[in-house]
């Protein structure tokens, strides 16, 4: 059973248009980080979010934590073929330090 | 990624044979992780330390694996006698406190 279920696994759009990744969950997390992995490469943090509802903005990429602290999205405006990787979304559970991640999403920008 | 240091980044081992991860920190940092990515999928937890303690082993495997971050050096996620389903990217990842969690670059292991 996956803790975290992200979707979709995979997604190919053309550059330009916007998309959303889902990070959904029926546990509460205390924080939850979206990391970005190239081939070869270990994860790149791009965000923490710790406080429900919070919104943050980073260039054209937007996350959000759910009201509740159960789900979380992002959200790519624009998309270049520089935004093509695995995105990955990882929460930490109250009392817990280990991060327990999602499946990941694929993202292919086709120029 | 910049400041946890993994090596080797790349390592082969026969099937039987010993493995050991290393993994420095970034500075300040005295909590660390150990994670599995199998081809394709997302990260495993598999351990939690902080200097010469293990917090939480509950991902790692029984019986050939164990890890240990002593007080001087890094810390060492060791795979005896390996077998063919020990390959995977095995990362570590470090953090101050209760907070963000780094990673390093990952060590790709390969049992042949």
Not at chain 1, 56 to 71: E, I, N, S, V, Y
Not at chain 1, 96 to 107: D, E, I, N, S, Y
Not at chain 2, 26 to 31: I, R
Not at chain 2, 83 to 107: H, K, L, Q, W
Request: proline share 5%.
């Amino acid at each position: 059973t996956q803790l975290l279920e992200q979707s979709p696994q995979f997604l190919s759009i053309q550059e330009g248009e916007n998309l959303t990744v889902y990070c959904n969950s029926s546990s509460v997390f205390s924080s939850l980080q979206w990391y970005r992995q190239e081939p070869g490469e270990g994860p790149v943090l791009l965000v923490t979010v710790v406080t429900g509802g919070e919104v943050k903005k980073l260039k054209r990429l937007t996350f959000q934590f759910g009201d509740a602290r159960k789900d979380s999205s992002l959200h790519i405006t624009a998309a270049q073929p520089g935004d093509t990787g695995l995105y990955l979304c990882a929460g930490q559970m109250t009392g817990a330090q280990k991060l327990v991640f999602g499946q990941g999403t694929r993202l292919t920008i086709n120029p | 990624n910049a400041g946890v240091m993994q090596n080797p980044r790349h390592l082969v081992r026969r099937r039987g044979q010993e493995a050991r991860l290393r993994c420095s920190p970034m500075k300040g940092h005295s909590h660390v992780y150990w994670y599995r990515q199998l081809p394709e999928e997302g990260l495993k937890f598999m351990v939690y330390l902080q200097k010469e303690n293990i917090i939480d082993e509950s991902g790692m495997p029984k019986e050939r694996f164990s890890a240990e971050f002593p007080k001087e050096g890094p810390s060492i996620l060791r795979i005896q006698q390996v077998v063919r389903g020990d390959s995977a990217a095995y990362f570590c990842a470090s953090s101050p406190e209760r907070n963000t969690i780094y990673f390093g670059e990952g060590s790709w292991l390969t049992v042949v």
